[in-house]
């Protein structure tokens, strides 16, 4: 069961409970019985794999792409 997290709309006390995924996203306050919401936050992204760093495009050479070598051979005339 996932853990959310709760804010009373009375005394603004921040709390989390343990609730089933079919249970109403509405609680009591634990302090003073008043109506609590839930709060929404941003979940993280992780990127994972290839192609998500710099360091991953690089190959062994100076220039992966050859751009250099196009340049020697078009412009040596």
Do not use: W
Request: hydrophobic share 30%.
């Amino acid at each position: 069961m996932p853990i959310y997290q709760y804010r009373c709309l009375d005394c603004n006390l921040q709390f989390e409970i343990k609730q089933s995924f079919q249970d109403k996203p509405i609680a009591d306050c634990p302090t003073c019985h008043g109506i609590a919401r839930r709060i929404f936050s941003p979940v993280p992204i992780l990127f994972k794999g290839p192609g998500f760093y710099v360091t991953d495009s690089r190959g062994g050479s100076a220039n992966p792409e050859g751009l250099g070598e196009k340049a020697k051979d078009s412009g040596g005339d």
